[in-house]
């Protein structure tokens, strides 16, 4: 394996943030939250380790920070359901482009509040890292 290889940082943070948002309704299991939680922080320090690597600078900053994105996600997560849970009441959907709650399996209409939870997890952990750059 290759440590020097951009696109395995970019795939292995892209990919995974990418899997964490579309299973996020089994991040209510607290069991799996917190395994998921261990296993994005072992990314997460993968990707910290190996920062320094010159060969991972890019253009508009460097292919390590993409394995942030999965631990970012896990704890914009939390927190953003606990907020909607408080505002809400009940759990937030993660809603697509012309689609209704019905199609999910759910019995409530998609609102405000799950296009906002949609959107804030999926772009937060790449504002996030811009931030820093």
Known sequence: MNLDNQLLYIYLGGITHITLWLFYKKLKNTPTYLVLLILTIFIAMFGFFNLDRESLKMKNGNAAEWTFFPL?????????RQIFLRIYGNEP??????????EQG????????????TILTLILPFLTTLMFN
């Open 93 to 102: 959907l993660m809603t697509g482009y012309m689609q209704s709650s019905w």
């Open 72 to 80: 970012l996600f896990m704890i914009y997560y939390l927190i953003l």
């Open 106 to 117: 759910e019995y409530r209409k998609l609102h405000i509040g799950d296009a906002f939870f």
